[in-house]
């Protein structure tokens, strides 16, 4: 919607960006512009399961902007752009297919106190007997500990997405984890 000027609204420059440098339209990822007062905040849904998550998180990273008091780091009012990311339930599935065979994979023996799965070089999965449905999931400088029940295991491979798409920008395992919100719990 252009506004009174004829100018386009911050909203329709971003739609316009995200399809003219990602090449991403609107049943890729949608973008809703969300009340915010004298702010801008702006939802990114994916769509579709060919968007590649760290390009999008770049864009999106490079559309947030946040005004901050340089002596308490408090988020200062007005003119703030906030960002977030959620994904339809079809493409979480999607993207969890893969993780959700290897979950299924690292079952602990019950004569011993843990299972290891190497997600990839970096990345190792440790299910434990005594708990089946918590995983600590390591590298060589991060660690996050995840508890997960058996009827959501399609959450759990999406964290295990996430976690192995953060190891190319060199997020924290929260901060990967954090950058999508999840339409289930």
């Not at 702006?42 to 060919?50: A, H, S």
């Not at 290897?102 to 970096?122: A, G």
Request: glycine fraction near 2%.
């Amino acid at each position: 919607m252009a506004t009174s000027k004829g100018k386009l609204s911050k909203a329709q420059q971003i739609k316009l960006d995200l399809k003219s440098r990602l090449k991403y339209n609107q049943r890729m990822v949608s973008v809703r512009e969300n009340p915010c007062g004298l702010s801008w905040s702006f939802t990114f849904t994916i769509r579709d399961p060919k968007v590649n998550l760290h390009k999008l998180s770049e864009f999106v990273i490079s559309k947030q902007s946040i005004d901050r008091c340089d002596h308490s780091g408090e988020i200062l009012s007005g003119a703030n752009t906030f960002i977030h990311i959620t994904m339809t339930q079809e493409v979480i599935n999607s993207w969890s297919e893969n993780y959700l065979q290897i979950l299924s994979t690292i079952t602990p023996d019950e004569d011993s106190v843990s299972k290891s799965y190497n997600l990839n070089d970096k990345t190792t999965i440790h299910q434990f007997h005594d708990s089946p449905h918590s995983f600590r999931i390591i590298d060589s400088s991060r660690s996050i500990d995840i508890s997960c029940p058996s009827s959501n295991m399609t959450r759990l491979s999406t964290y295990l997405f996430l976690i192995d798409q953060s190891n190319y920008n060199q997020d924290s395992f929260e901060d990967a984890i954090r950058k999508v919100q999840f339409p289930l719990c």
